[in-house]
């Protein structure tokens, strides 16, 4: 590389790490399936999964490498490096008897890196992910925003003054709820009243019920629900993993639900706990019919609420079945994602808060509009 500019020095170093991590994964997972026959005392025993699992991680290298790096693979280059590489590993035997303990921990690890792992669909390492799936990327609409998108002003409309806003497209639409701008809205849920605050320019700030802020990659503003919340669940999840915090959020949001419910005119909201309730039918034990029926309704139980955090098994039972709800991609229950005004920017919001209080958000100024929502 020399006389190349630094830049293409550091993006070839970077691309040479994906390469590398991705060609150790694939050696380690070879080996690790093909280890059975290394019980026989055979030579095609004892020198096939060495031979195999080489061949494979050195193939897997330089096409991860040639994919990142050019877009596309030569076959041949790559069938001669794995060629090689398994030869290096058939002459190199011993050396992988000694690190045999080494290499049988690693898919372990690599798989609970894989469980948590988010990767962008248009970035390199999507690309690959998908190319040695055998599929096609996944290509999201083209994002395009007008640069006005977002302002806010009022005007006057047959006599009155009206809160208006720019949206994605450059278009002036109504600015739901922004005569609140500086004040409270109040809002009843479930005979409660609920304050919440609007900023200067009429949106709502949820920041008071919110488990956590996160920022969406460009290419997913225009995804679909669906697409963007799977991206921020799974995030959300790798970041309980390492945040007290944010566990007592996500287990404070899921109680608050089943003891108060997320509102009786809140559809989606209790039609989601409905879901959450209906695949998780170990859970339905400890549920009392005329309870699931007011969860479904909107309402929460003071009685199974009380049931659950009296005893540690079943409150266990319930949290860990809301983890791993998040974890295999949907939303925590109790709560519901806002598109924040600010592009890019994700509020996870109490649902019982979120679903009452009508405003806009970022779906319209930066997100596509509600278009794009399925």
Same mark, same amino acid.
């Given at each position: 590389?020399?006389?190349?500019?630094?830049?293409?020095?550091?993006?070839?170093?970077?691309?040479?790490?994906?390469?590398? /991590?991705?060609?150790?994964?694939?050696?380690?997972?070879?080996?690790?399936?093909?280890? *059975?026959?290394?019980? +026989?005392?055979?030579?095609?025993?004892?020198?096939?999964?060495?031979?195999?699992?080489?061949?494979?991680?050195?193939?897997?290298?330089?096409? +991860?490498?040639?994919? !990142?790096?050019?877009?596309?693979?030569?076959?041949?280059?790559?069938?001669?490096?794995?060629? %090689?590489?398994? &030869?290096?590993?058939?002459?190199?035997?011993?050396?992988?008897?000694?690190?045999?303990?080494? $290499?049988? !921990?690693?898919?372990?690890?690599?798989?609970?890196?894989?469980?948590?792992?988010? $990767? +962008?669909?248009?970035?390199?390492?999507?690309?690959?992910?998908?190319?040695?799936?055998?599929?096609?990327?996944?290509?999201?609409? @083209?994002?395009?925003?007008?640069?006005?998108?977002?302002?806010?002003?009022?005007?006057?409309?047959?006599?009155?003054?009206?809160?208006?806003?720019?949206?994605?497209?450059?278009?002036?639409?109504? &600015?739901?709820?922004?005569?609140?701008?500086?004040?409270?809205?109040?809002?009843?849920?479930?005979?409660?009243?609920?304050?919440?605050?609007?900023?200067?320019?009429?949106?709502?700030?949820?920041?008071?019920?919110?488990?956590?802020?996160?920022?969406?990659?460009?290419?997913?503003?225009?995804?679909?629900? @669906?697409?963007?919340?799977?991206?921020?669940?799974?995030?959300?999840?790798?970041?309980?993993?390492?945040?007290?915090?944010?566990?007592?959020? *996500?287990?404070?949001?899921? %109680?608050?639900?089943?003891?108060?419910?997320?509102?009786?005119?809140?559809?989606?909201?209790?039609?989601?706990?409905?879901?959450f309730l209906k695949e998780n039918p170990? %859970?339905?034990?400890?549920?009392?019919?005329?309870?699931?029926? !007011? /969860?479904?309704?909107?309402?929460? +139980?003071?009685?199974?609420?009380?049931?659950?955090?009296?005893?540690?098994? *079943?409150?266990?039972?319930?949290?860990?079945?809301?983890?791993?709800?998040?974890?295999?991609?949907?939303?925590?229950?109790?709560?519901?994602?806002?598109?924040?005004?600010?592009?890019?920017?994700? /509020? /996870? $919001?109490?649902?019982?808060?979120?679903?009452?209080?009508?405003?806009?958000?970022?779906?319209?100024?930066?997100?596509?509009?509600?278009e794009r929502r399925n």
């Amino acid at each position: 590389m020399d006389g190349a500019p630094p830049v293409d020095i550091a993006t070839d170093a970077i691309y040479g790490g994906i390469a590398g /991590l991705i060609s150790l994964g694939v050696f380690a997972t070879t080996a690790r399936v093909l280890g *059975i026959f290394a019980s +026989s005392s055979s030579w095609l025993g004892r020198w096939f999964p060495r031979f195999t699992a080489g061949s494979t991680g050195g193939a897997s290298d330089e096409a +991860s490498f040639q994919w !990142l790096r050019k877009g596309e693979v030569n076959w041949k280059q790559v069938l001669f490096v794995g060629a %090689l590489a398994g &030869l290096l590993s058939f002459g190199f035997g011993n050396f992988t008897d000694h690190g045999k303990k080494l $290499v049988s !921990l690693l898919p372990k690890g690599i798989q609970e890196i894989g469980q948590h792992a988010v $990767v +962008s669909a248009d970035g390199p390492s999507g690309k690959f992910v998908s190319f040695i799936k055998g599929g096609a990327t996944k290509q999201y609409p @083209k994002v395009v925003i007008d640069e006005r998108a977002g302002q806010t002003f009022t005007k006057e409309v047959n006599g009155e003054i009206r809160w208006r806003y720019i949206n994605w497209k450059g278009k002036e639409r109504t &600015l739901y709820n922004g005569k609140y701008a500086g004040q409270f809205y109040r809002a009843e849920v479930n005979g409660e009243t609920i304050r919440v605050p609007f900023d200067d320019n009429g949106f709502p700030k949820f920041e008071q019920w919110k488990a956590i802020d996160l920022k969406l990659d460009k290419e997913l503003w225009f995804a679909k629900d @669906k697409e963007q919340f799977v991206v921020l669940n799974k995030d959300v999840y790798l970041q309980m993993t390492k945040d007290e915090d944010l566990i007592r959020k *996500i287990d404070e949001g899921f %109680l608050e639900v089943i003891q108060k419910g997320v509102g009786d005119k809140n559809y989606p909201g209790y039609r989601k706990l409905g879901r959450f309730l209906k695949e998780n039918p170990d %859970l339905q034990r400890y549920i009392k019919p005329e309870e699931r029926d !007011l /969860l479904e309704k909107g309402l929460g +139980s003071e009685e199974l609420y009380n049931r659950i955090i009296s005893d540690e098994q *079943i409150l266990d039972k319930f949290r860990k079945a809301n983890y791993k709800w998040i974890q295999s991609g949907e939303d925590p229950v109790g709560y519901t994602w806002h598109h924040h005004q600010d592009r890019g920017k994700m /509020l /996870l $919001v109490k649902s019982r808060v979120h679903g009452y209080v009508k405003h806009v958000g970022g779906r319209e100024i930066w997100g596509g509009g509600n278009e794009r929502r399925n």
